[in-house]
């Protein structure tokens, strides 16, 4: 691969190629905004015919990775004047894909250009873009699109929506989907200009950016809307705004209606459009006045189209054709079709729809969204559209025998089951997929072939028990952990880590992912889907044994511990402390393997999070009922405000340790020298930070900790440490060092022997085991308990005193029992509220400022 050298023209012409005509002639004009650069017409023009010199004369194939910024467009640009056709893809398309596929002369990201190859396709001559049909690139099925497509399409947006020289749009959408690229093209076009921006409509920068740029319109898909009424969109002061629009599928009707009335009292319009790829962008629009009234009907065609309906399937009901100089020249699925011309002559969109009285459109279905269930036609697009109107979130898959339904709260999943119901199906045949949220493309869109892989992969993500471990291919352990993490979106490349895994989900999944690998490595959960993939494991002779993770196990036998000797079933101690010490070995695993500073303060605020909560809402609940605890325990204070004697508020000390614990690693690890060091010298980092603990320890309360100092956060920080350095030992040497420390730091902390060893071989276990072999029949269990630890912990206070006396095996085993009744409802709760918008911004606000025209010698591409 080798970077393009070509020649720069000099001068400059007019850019007569291009099907949006010659930039430089709106002259000082501004073109783009990005980054608090104002860059005009003129200056654009000049660094686009830069551009094209590089990329020369001879015709050839352009892959051009798109972000939202003046780079990518200034590549596109010179690609449509120099005749290259381009095709535009997203930062996390499957580019070697679309390379094999189709073999581009030159892949471009931004200004850098590398040849690929010769040039030796046969382009056809009005062959100018090549888009993906969903707006994502995960598939070679691409649109072929013309420049009198381009030209005409941008005319008719910029006709219907009366674009003039002074309108100004934001980019909130991808530059490589139809109507990101529609809103640049139609601006151009008519020397308006396009503020440039990767920002979220959810950041507070956005609209600095968006405010400070006068931006006139904002364009969005129906998601977009749910996060500007999440952002605060009706309360900000927006002078300028102009327009609203909106396509990519259907608006729910009370959303439009009510945006459409805001804009009334705001001074902007609602304007709801229709459209396909395959006619370039636009089919029809909606006069915004009739937003309002007739929201569920997407109005009439664009100028210079025309629509019709094909067929009568009952009540004025068929297929939605298009007929217009903006459709396509046709598909390209291979390198071949590119030299092909027009294969299409009409848009068939696969729509269902009919015409009104009043001239007005209104799609009603998809030809290929139906499925057939015990004799009943059901309409999937008709069930997620009622879900919407109802303000619910829902996916519709269906097969030969089942309703299939992605659903993102139990709500949801109610309302989807009771209206599946008044359709006529059986319960039986309805299939509900908890899902972290519902997944969708780069421009936004539901996506159907992530849930669809979702669900083909969820009864067959594990072999059967007892099933010999063959081989594993790279997609099936994305599809075991998709399924259990609820991310359909996973891909081969993710990890356990990466997809948001923690220390709570990690039991399940290690379980099975040993279940479907053999034994898994000892840093699994950093390792892609496709690594994974290859550590499979040959067949066991010993089918009744299962490998499990070492840390799994000591979780379980320690609660169990914990529990057992409250309830006066045992007399084993320093099962807490042992907990606490796998905290740490946990912590240095999960929330420690992101690959940035500030992923690792995000992971490990989010662990803090999760313990804090459900134990506040505990203690407090019960404070309240019982008066047993003040606010300070709730708060997880006692630490701070806390009595120097042994009372009820010590009973959460472990949480306190584990929540304050979690949240100064945070803190540590903010500081960029800090975690540059623990990066570098992980082992080291983590033999020092247990050296400063125990000397912190040793200076406290000297060799053996009292009654209560042994629970106080400062002395038994040494245990976190302790299993945070065991997770880093990963050479002979640093396991012997650890095992050494784990006994020379327990000694005496207990003044008992019997528990100081409890500890130490706990840790010992950790280092040298990574993984134990247990009965297949009692794994089932030891998840269970594991995996619900936390809320037995928290709730066994108020259980075993009530049996303890008389029924010891009875008070340990109802522990366990509301323990785990309790973390199954705390996670039913949760998921009602847990949504994947996590938004992370980096960038300052930057005040615009104009960029300074220079000589076109000193330009460089």
């Known amino acids: 691969m080798t970077t393009l050298r070509g020649e720069s023209a000099t001068g400059i012409r007019p850019l007569d190629r291009s099907p949006l005509g010659d930039l430089a002639r709106f002259g000082d004009a501004p073109a783009l905004v990005a980054d608090g650069l104002v860059l005009s017409h003129a200056d654009l023009a000049a660094r686009v015919h830069d551009r094209a010199g590089l990329l020369g004369?001879?015709?050839?194939?352009?892959?051009?990775?798109?972000?939202?910024?003046?780079?990518?467009?200034?590549?596109?640009?010179?690609?449509?004047?120099?005749?290259?056709?381009?095709?535009?893809?997203?930062?996390?398309?499957?580019?070697?894909?679309?390379?094999?596929t189709y073999r581009p002369g030159v892949v471009a990201t931004g200004n850098q250009l590398e040849e690929l190859s010769e040039p030796a396709h046969d382009l056809h001559p009005d062959l100018a873009v090549l888009l993906s049909t969903s707006g994502s690139t995960g598939s070679p099925k691409l649109?072929?699109?013309?420049?009198?497509?381009?030209?005409?399409?941008?005319?008719?947006?910029?006709?219907?929506?009366?674009?003039?020289?002074?309108?100004?749009?934001?980019t909130t959408l991808p530059l490589q989907y139809c109507y990101g690229l529609s809103v640049l093209n139609s601006h151009l076009l008519v020397g308006a200009s396009v503020l440039l921006t990767q920002r979220s409509v959810v950041e507070e920068e956005f609209w600095a950016e968006f405010g400070d740029a006068g931006a006139t319109s904002l364009a969005g898909v129906p998601h977009?809307?749910?996060?500007?009424?999440?952002?605060?969109?009706?309360?900000?002061?927006?002078?300028?705004?102009?327009?609203?629009?909106?396509?990519?599928?259907?608006?729910?009707?009370?959303?439009?209606?009510?945006?459409?009335?805001?804009?009334?009292?705001?001074?902007?319009?609602?304007?709801?459009?229709?459209?396909?790829?395959?006619?370039?962008?636009?089919?029809?629009?909606?006069?915004?006045?009739?937003?309002?009234?007739?929201?569920?009907?997407?109005?009439?065609?664009?100028?210079?189209?025309?629509l019709r309906i094909d067929g009568d399937l009952g009540d004025g009901v068929g297929e939605l054709v298009y007929d217009g100089d903006n459709v396509m020249l046709g598909y390209a699925e291979r390198a071949a079709d590119l030299a092909l011309g027009r294969t299409v002559h009409e848009l068939r969109t696969g729509d269902l729809a009919r015409q009104h009285e009043d001239g007005l459109f209104e799609v009603?279905?998809?030809?290929?969204?139906?499925?057939?269930?015990?004799?009943?036609?059901?309409?999937?697009?008709?069930?997620?559209?009622?879900?919407?109107?109802?303000?619910?979130?829902l996916l519709a898959l269906g097969t030969d025998d089942r309703l299939h339904l992605g659903v993102t709260s139990h709500r949801d999943a109610a309302w989807a089951r009771e209206a599946a119901?008044?359709?006529?199906?059986?319960?039986?045949?309805?299939?509900?997929?908890?899902?972290?949220?519902?997944?969708?493309?780069?421009?936004?869109?539901?996506?159907?072939?992530?849930?669809?892989?979702?669900?083909?992969?969820?009864?067959?993500?594990?072999?059967?028990?007892?099933d010999?471990?063959?081989?594993?291919?790279?997609?099936?352990?994305?599809?075991?952990?998709?399924?259990?993490?609820?991310?359909?979106?996973?891909?081969?490349?993710?990890?356990?880590?990466?997809?948001?895994?923690?220390?709570?989900?990690?039991?399940?999944?290690?379980?099975?992912?040993?279940?479907?690998?053999?034994?898994?490595?000892?840093?699994?959960?950093?390792?892609?889907?496709?690594?994974?993939?290859?550590?499979?494991?040959?067949?066991?002779?010993?089918?009744?044994?299962?490998?499990?993770?070492?840390?799994?196990?000591?979780?379980?036998?320690?609660?169990?511990?914990?529990?057992g000797t409250h309830a006066n079933l045992l007399t084993v101690m320093g099962g807490a402390h042992v907990l606490l010490a796998l905290v740490g070995y946990n912590l240095a695993r999960f929330q420690l393997a992101s690959p940035d500073q500030a992923g690792r303060r995000r992971s490990l605020l989010r662990a803090a999070r999760n313990v804090a909560v459900p134990s506040a809402l505990w203690i407090a609940g019960v404070g309240a009922v019982t008066g047993t605890y003040d606010v300070s325990t709730a708060l997880l204070l006692n630490n701070l405000v806390g009595s120097d004697t042994w009372d009820l508020?010590?009973?959460?000390?472990?949480?306190?340790?584990?929540?304050?614990?979690?949240?100064?690693?945070?803190?540590?690890?903010?500081?960029?020298?800090?975690?540059?060091?623990?990066?570098?010298?992980?082992?080291?980092?983590?033999?020092?930070?247990?050296?400063?603990?125990?000397a912190l320890r040793w200076g406290l309360v000297g060799l053996e900790a009292g009654p209560t100092e042994r629970y106080a956060l400062p002395v038994v920080l040494w245990c976190l440490a302790l299993g945070w350095l065991a997770a880093r030992a990963r050479t002979t040497g640093a396991r012997v060092v650890t095992s050494v420390a784990a006994v020379v730091t327990c000694y005496g902390f207990f003044g008992d022997p019997v528990r100081e060893a409890l500890v130490a071989a706990g840790v010992t276990v950790l280092v040298w085991l990574p993984r134990l072999h247990l009965p297949a029949v009692a794994v089932p269990a030891l998840s269970a308990v594991a995996a619900s630890s936390l809320f037995t912990y928290l709730t066994h206070w108020q259980v075993y005193p009530h049996l303890e006396v008389d029924h010891p095996l009875l008070a340990t085993l109802a522990s366990f029992a509301v323990g785990l009744l309790c973390w199954r409802a705390y996670g039913s709760v949760t998921a009602q509220f847990t949504r994947a918008c996590r938004i992370d911004v980096r960038r300052q606000r930057v005040p615009v400022r104009r960029a300074q025209r220079t000589p076109t010698a000193s330009r460089s591409a």
């Not at 309805?430 to 421009?443: G, I, K, N, W, Y």
């Not at 010590?650 to 690693?665: C, I, P, R, Y």
Request: net charge positive; glycine share 6%.
């Open 57 to 100: 004369r001879t015709r050839r194939l352009v892959l051009l990775e798109c972000r939202n910024d003046i780079e990518t467009v200034v590549t596109y640009l010179a690609a449509l004047a120099g005749h290259h056709p381009v095709l535009l893809t997203g930062p996390a398309c499957r580019r070697d894909d679309l390379v094999a």
């Open 143 to 170: 649109v072929r699109l013309s420049r009198d497509n381009l030209r005409s399409n941008a005319t008719s947006i910029a006709d219907y929506l009366r674009l003039t020289s002074d309108d100004r749009a934001a």
């Open 224 to 306: 977009h809307f749910d996060l500007l009424d999440s952002s605060g969109f009706s309360d900000r002061d927006l002078p300028h705004l102009r327009t609203v629009t909106q396509a990519g599928g259907r608006l729910p009707a009370p959303t439009a209606r009510r945006y459409a009335e805001l804009g009334r009292e705001r001074g902007f319009d609602l304007m709801m459009m229709y459209g396909q790829t395959e006619a370039t962008a636009r089919i029809a629009y909606l006069p915004p006045h009739l937003a309002a009234e007739r929201p569920e009907c997407i109005g009439i065609p664009i100028p210079g189209g025309s």
């Open 364 to 393: 009603v279905g998809r030809r290929s969204r139906f499925v057939k269930l015990f004799g009943l036609r059901v309409d999937l697009d008709r069930l997620e559209q009622l879900a919407a109107d109802a303000g619910l979130e």
């Open 421 to 466: 119901g008044r359709l006529g199906l059986p319960p039986h045949v309805v299939e509900t997929h908890m899902l972290v949220f519902l997944p969708r493309t780069a421009s936004g869109k539901p996506d159907r072939a992530s849930l669809q892989r979702h669900v083909a992969a969820a009864p067959a993500v594990a072999p059967a028990a007892g």
């Open 468 to 563: 010999p471990v063959g081989e594993v291919s790279a997609a099936r352990v994305r599809d075991l952990c998709a399924h259990l993490l609820g991310r359909p979106d996973a891909g081969e490349t993710d990890s356990f880590v990466t997809l948001g895994g923690d220390s709570l989900s990690y039991v399940e999944v290690s379980l099975r992912l040993g279940q479907l690998l053999g034994n898994l490595p000892r840093d699994w959960a950093t390792l892609s889907m496709q690594e994974l993939a290859a550590t499979t494991a040959a067949p066991r002779r010993r089918r009744w044994l299962r490998a499990v993770e070492t840390p799994l196990v000591l979780r379980a036998a320690a609660i169990v511990l914990v529990i």
């Open 649 to 694: 508020r010590w009973q959460f000390w472990f949480l306190e340790v584990v929540v304050w614990s979690l949240v100064g690693t945070a803190a540590l690890v903010s500081v960029p020298a800090l975690d540059r060091f623990e990066r570098a010298r992980p082992y080291a980092a983590a033999l020092f930070l247990l050296a400063s603990t125990a």
